[in-house]
């Protein structure tokens, strides 16, 4: 009997959490520049989940939208400037280069999960692969290790 009433406290404390999650961040607004910014350049999208956060005494808005079936997660300032974004890619649509640094250095690795990430001026891919002694690799466009260093 105890154990029963443990896991229905938990249960009910993980649903408790869970709609409280929901509730913030439905009531996020998003400013009308941000939404307007988003609406321009990502006219199919769907937003799943939107999050407010300060960094460095600034306002930032996070989207996490969904495009054709692909992730994709922005970062905007209050005026609709883009900070940051990370979206899902096809392995089709990463640079060849990129994928020819992973297999020269990870002859047995299979690539999986491949993302696009943009911040600060800086595009990088981060590939998830298996059959490697790493799961998770960082890269420029231009084929260069960010992650892991040799």
């Known amino acids: 009997m105890r154990l029963i009433m443990s896991s229905v406290v938990v249960v009910m404390l993980c649903l408790a959490s869970g709609i409280a999650a929901a ?19 990502y006219p199919k999208a769907t937003i799943k989940n939107v999050s407010k956060e300060t960094v460095a005494g600034k306002d930032e808005y996070e989207i996490e939208s969904m495009d ?16 940051s974004y990370e979206e899902e890619v096809d392995k089709a649509s990463v640079p060849e280069v990129v994928v020819k640094a ?17 911040q600060n001026n800086v ?6 692969i298996t059959g490697a002694p790493v799961a998770e ?7 260069v290790w960010i992650s892991p260093k040799k």
Not at 23 to 41: D, M
């Open 23 to 41: 509730a913030q961040s439905a009531q996020v607004a998003l400013p009308a520049a941000v939404k307007a910014a988003f609406a321009k350049a």
């Open 68 to 83: 054709d079936g692909k992730g994709r997660d922005l970062v905007y300032r209050p005026d609709g400037t883009l900070i």
């Open 102 to 118: 992973i297999l020269t250095r990870y002859p047995k690795a299979t690539i999986g999960r491949c993302e696009r990430f943009f």
């Open 123 to 128: 595009m990088q891919y981060e590939i998830q």
């Open 137 to 143: 690799v960082e890269l420029t466009p231009t084929g």
